[in-house]
């Protein structure tokens, strides 16, 4: 057996130690038990929390091509190790993240077909993850049509399911009991007996993302998406699949802060990182989702030099480090999603790209560039380097990527390993050239951005756009927290709130359902590095001092802390500044009005804070009275508890600095 060296990261000693095990594995608390067994011809794993079963015997292996069942497998060996080390996110919601956890990896060999496989499981105090690795062998290529894996949870367990049919990832996540789930995207958030679980993946890499497919009421089975053949992945051997993923937590916050996906990705790959840099921004994108103005050419365009710089002195005047302009290059005319040539290097001739890179650096702000590809991956693919390129060429170092299409190149889905392998092209040439992205119609996240942190952030969400047009007349209160614990596990979202107009007149009936006060509260509630002040600046300029929030409010946190939650009910999430002693606190609630104590517990002992509280008003009310608020400050040490009162569909915002 290897010895492990003394590790430095980031400062910090870590030791990573090896140490003997069986065919179970535990935590480094001894609380969760991870057991392989393999009997009645197959590979079964199972888990318990505390004496108390929550995997129960569940299915492990493959169908290859020609109906071949990976499944009955004999054991050739067992190797074990454990680790605790502690890293530096380049950014996040923790700074430091602990890895600590003990591993097992089952050599395997399947009986009738001779092919090996290791199943490879770490155990952390919060739950667990698995994979499977195909070492080198005399069968140097597979091809995989489905998994036989399983998680087979508790009896009487409830779950918070995204359905398979909902595209981009953009719909509600349904409560609904296992068995009557349609087949659901990852995460899928389940409220078990006495605890909270949180089925999803780590690390998804050359492979295709894993739906579920409920079949009783406690069994649920992966489903790969596969290409348009029907082959799931082709894999060359050695290779790894990713993780398979379960958070294990008391409460819903638990679910939140846990770590445990980032832990199972690889570490960071891009070297000095500090050009991947989280900011607010501001975007020329709500005024044409609100219909007043237009991605094509015409006399409503809306990324015209003028109008751009308009929104370059506001952004600067009050601290908004970007701003995103859609609509700048040639291709928007017409049926767009059905352009195959879209052109990344042509502007608008209203668009003077020259003086507009010049405004913005001497006003200070950086503008980031949009690439909406329409999914025709083949031509974006062949203009990746001159694209980022053009744009680094005239300072632009940040991109918003998009996909509004069905299917990538005509045929192939989103969440494919078609598709996986594209966007990972994507983010790999960006790191080359500097370049950070937020990604669009993406596949589901799964941490990547541990290893490439230039992958800031991803939408794969209901977000704010649907506020504006969708005839349903808006995403329901209840969305916002229902997301931390379902998409928000995935990693950062670009939902784009921060809206103060909350009607449209062009689209009559549709609304953002919610208070300002609300929307001030998600940009703490709801995490991303890149956190946008979505509405116009003429409406940010009729509230003030309610917009002080926004500018303050940072995008980079020390630490982050869920005291109390109820899923689909409310959420109360405190966090820490990367770069000041302030504590930032958003809580935000349903349709219903609600009270709630907060201790400040969190705060410094024995230090003086004074806290500046943006609250809904007595009379506030989304539907009636969504922009009534009130602001206090008010004197607060770690002792004290506040009462917050939230209207309907309300918040409260609270910034925390030393006195």
């Known amino acids: 057996m290897k010895k492990t060296p003394v590790i430095i990261i980031s400062g910090l000693l870590a030791l990573a130690s090896c140490t003997p095990s069986g065919s179970s594995v535990s935590s480094p608390d001894n609380k969760i038990r991870f057991t392989v067994e393999s009997n009645d011809g197959g590979l079964f794993y199972s888990v318990t929390d505390g004496g108390e079963t929550v995997v129960s015997p569940s299915r492990l292996g493959f169908v290859l091509a020609g109906d071949e069942q990976a499944k009955d497998f004999k054991i050739l060996g067992k190797e074990t190790a454990s680790c605790d080390t502690t890293w530096e996110t380049a950014w996040g919601e923790s700074r430091l993240v602990r890895d600590n956890y003990n591993q097992l990896t089952v050599n395997m060999q399947e009986k009738n077909s001779g092919l090996l496989v290791d199943l490879q499981v770490r155990v952390f105090d919060d739950g667990f993850g698995y994979r499977y690795v195909f070492p080198a062998q005399n069968r140097d290529s597979l091809i995989i049509m489905q998994e036989l894996t399983e998680f087979v949870i508790p009896e009487g367990s409830t779950a918070w399911g995204l359905p398979i049919k909902s595209e981009y990832y953009e719909d509600y996540f349904y409560h609904k009991n296992i068995a009557d789930l349609d087949s659901v995207r990852t995460p899928l958030t389940v409220e078990a007996p006495g605890r909270y679980l949180a089925i999803h993946e780590a690390n998804l890499t050359d492979y295709p993302k894993m739906n579920l497919v409920a079949t009783d009421s406690v069994t649920l089975v992966a489903q790969l998406v596969p290409w348009s053949n029907g082959v799931a992945a082709y894999v060359k051997t050695p290779f790894a699949t990713p993780w398979r993923t379960m958070i294990i937590g008391d409460k819903p916050g638990d679910l939140v802060t846990s770590y445990m996906m980032l832990n199972l990705n690889e570490p960071q790959a891009i070297g000095d990182a500090s050009w991947c840099k989280p900011m607010k921004y501001m975007g020329i994108w709500w005024e044409m989702h609100l219909g007043k103005g237009t991605w094509h050419a015409g006399p409503h365009h809306s990324a015209n030099t003028a109008n751009v710089k308009k929104y370059i002195d506001f952004a600067a005047a009050n601290g908004i480090k970007g701003l995103l302009v859609e609509g700048w290059n040639a291709s928007w005319e017409g049926d767009w999603t059905r352009n195959e040539h879209i052109d990344f290097t042509t502007p608008y001739p209203d668009y003077d790209i020259d003086e507009i890179a010049r405004y913005a650096k001497e006003k200070g702000v950086e503008m980031i560039g949009h690439h909406e590809t329409a999914a025709w991956t083949r031509n974006y693919e062949n203009q990746l380097d001159t694209a980022f390129s053009f744009l680094t060429g005239h300072g632009i170092n940040n991109v918003k990527t998009g996909y509004v299409n069905s299917r990538m190149d005509g045929k192939e889905d989103h969440s494919s390993q078609y598709g996986v392998r594209h966007y990972r092209k994507v983010i790999e040439t960006a790191a080359k050239h500097h370049v950070t992205i937020n990604n669009h119609e993406p596949v589901m996240p799964t941490g990547l951005q541990r290893t490439l942190p230039n992958l800031m952030s991803q939408e794969g969400v209901r ?85 002080q929030f926004i500018k303050d409010v940072p995008v980079d946190w020390e630490t982050t802390i869920v005291p109390d939650a109820v899923i689909g009910d409310y959420v109360v999430t405190v966090r820490r500044d990367r770069n000041s002693d302030d504590w930032y606190l958003g809580a935000v609630t349903d349709e219903n009005a609600r009270t709630l104590d907060v201790a400040l517990d969190f705060l410094e002992p024995n230090t003086e804070y004074v806290a500046t509280i943006y609250a809904d008003a007595p009379d506030a009310d989304w539907k009636n009275n969504p922009t009534a608020y009130t602001i206090t400050d008010r004197t607060v040490t770690s002792a004290d508890t506040l009462n917050l009162s939230l209207a309907t569909s309300g918040g409260t915002a609270i910034r925390f600095h030393k006195k």
Do not use: C
């Open 463 to 547: 977000g704010q756009e649907w506020n504006a047009w969708s005839t349903d007349g808006g995403s329901v209160p209840e969305h916002t927290v229902v997301m931390p614990f379902t998409r928000g596990l995935a990693g950062p979202m670009d939902f784009t709130f921060g809206t103060f107009n909350f009607e449209n007149p062009v689209y009559p009936g549709t609304r953002v359902q919610s208070t300002i006060a609300k929307e001030l509260a998600l940009y703490v509630v709801i995490y991303a590095p890149l956190q946008m002040a979505s509405d116009l600046p003429e409406n940010y300029a009729k509230y003030p001092d309610t917009f």
